[in-house]
C-alpha cells in the first residue's frame, strides 16, 4: 500500500499574534508541526506533503528534507489547502490519503492506525477522525442520521441551535481513498457564510452520491485537541507536562515537587532519579538510576549515568558519567564528556573536552578544547587559554597531574603525568612528566620599603 500524509499548515494563526507561522509553536519545547510530522510517520505514511501559507519560508527551512513542503498562495479554506496537493495527487498513485491539521499536536500514530483499519476493512471512501469532548465550540461537529449513520460534517459558523449541541466533532484528521479524495474535492464549492472551501464539505457530497463514509471516534479524546492562542497552548503544555511527569512517577522517579519541572516526553529516566523543582529536561536527554537533578537545573540532549548528582547545572549536547557529582552552578557546552567520579562545581565552564575518571575541578575554572587524565587535581582559578584570536587549541593534561591555583594553560600545551604547576603560573611549554613547572617571577621582599618611602595618606583612625 502506498499512503501519502497531508499536514494543513498554511493558517496565520491570527489569534496567536506571532511572527512564525502557527504550527511553530511549542507544546514542551517541539514545534507543533514535529508533533504532528512524527505521528504521520509513525503511522506509516509513505510520503508526507506540508500545505505551506503564511511565513511559508520559515517552515520550508525547518523541515528541510522531512517532508516535501507544497505553497497555498491564498488561504481559501482547509479544501483549497488539500487541492494544493492535487498534481502531486496525479503523479503519483497512492492508495489512501491521511489528511492531518498542523496545529492538533496531540494526534497519535495509533488512532491514526486504527482510523486506517476502520476504512479499510469498511471500505468506506471516506473516514474522518471523530471524538467526543465537553466543549465542542469552535470545531466542526459530526452529525449522525436516526440510525446513527454519519452524514455530515457542520462547521460551527454554519450550525444551528441543535447542531451546536452537538459534542462529537471533527478532529481534521482524516482518511480519503486517492481517487475518491481527487474527485470530492473537485465538488466542494465556497458556498458558505465564510466564503471558504471546506475540506469538510467533502462528507456530505459522498453521502448525496450514496458513497460509504465512516466516523472513527478515537478512543484518546486529547488526540483531537489544538491550540488557536497562546492561552490554549499553555493548557496543552500543562496537560502534556503533568502525562510525563504522571509516567515517570509511575515507573520510579521521584518529583517530590513539580514545580517548574519540565521534561521532554521522550526523555528516559532511570528508577530512583529524584528531580527537584526548577529542572528543565529537554529533548535528547536521558538520565541514569539514582540520581539527583536539580533544583534548577537544565538538559539539553545530555546523557546522564546512574549515580549522579547535578545541583543547579546547565548542560547542552553533553554527557556525564556514572557517579559523576556536579555542582552547584556548573555549565557544560557541547561536547564536554565527564568521566565517573568526576566533581565539578563552583562556577566551572567545561567545553569540547573530556575529564578524565577522579578528577576535581572544583571552583573558578574554565576548561575549554582539553583533554583532561585521570585523577587530575585543578586549584581554584584554573584557565585553558584555548583561543588566540584566531584559532581554538588543546590542552592535554596527564593523569594525577596538579594545577595549581591561577594558572593559565596557554593551549597548544602538554601537562605530563603526575607533573605539577606552581599557583600563578602561565604556561606556554610542555611540561614533562613528574616535573614541576613555575612560570612566574620570583618574589623579592625589599625590608623597610614601607617606612622609608611613606606611599600612604596619615590614617585618621
Ligand atoms: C477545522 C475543521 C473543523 C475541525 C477543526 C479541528 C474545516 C473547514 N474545519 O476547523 O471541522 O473541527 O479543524 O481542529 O476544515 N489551513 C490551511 N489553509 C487554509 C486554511 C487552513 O493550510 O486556507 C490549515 C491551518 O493552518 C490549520 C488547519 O488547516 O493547521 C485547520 O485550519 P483552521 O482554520 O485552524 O480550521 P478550524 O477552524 O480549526
Ligand atoms: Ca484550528
Known sequence: MNNLAIILAGGEGTRMHSEKPKVMAEILFRPMIDRVLDAAKGAGADEVCVITGYKAEILENHLAGRAVCVHQDRRL????????????????????????????????????????????????VQTVISARIDDPTGYGRIVRDYNGDFTAIIEEASADKETKKINEINSGAMWFRADALVELLSKVTNDNSKGEYYLTDTVGIAVREKRPVGAYTAKNADAVLGANNRLQLMELNEKLRRKVLERLMLSGVSIPCADGVIIDDHAEIGTDTVILPGTIIK????????????????????????????????????????????????????????????????????KNSVIGAHTAVSHLTYVGDSDVGKGVNFGCGVVTVNFNGKTKNRCVIGDDAFIGCNTNLIAPVKIGDRAYTAAGSTIDRDIPDDALAIARSRQENKENWVIRKKPYREKKY
Do not use: W
Request: glycine fraction near 10%; include cysteine.
Open 77 to 124: 479554506g482547509t479544501g483549497h489547502a488539500v487541492m494544493q496537493a492535487l498534481p502531486l495527487l496525479r503523479e503519483k498513485q497512492f492508495d489512501n490519503v491521511l489528511i492531518l491539521n498542523g496545529d492538533a499536536p496531540f494526534i497519535d500514530s495509533e488512532t491514526i492506525r486504527e482510523a486506517l483499519s476502520y476504512h479499510l476493512t469498511r471500505g468506506f
Open 283 to 350: 529533548e535528547g536527554s536521558t538520565v541514569g538510576r539514582h540520581c539527583v537533578i536539580g533544583p534548577n537545573t537544565v538538559l539539553y540532549k545530555t546523557k546522564v549515568g546512574d549515580n549522579v548528582t547535578l545541583n543547579q547545572v546547565q548542560a547542552e549536547e553533553a554527557e556525564v558519567a556514572d557517579n559523576a557529582n556536579l555542582g552547584p552552578f556548573v555549565h557544560l557546552r557541547p561536547n564536554a564528556k565527564i568521566g565517573e567520579y568526576v566533581h565539578c562545581g563552583n562556577f566551572v565552564e567545561v
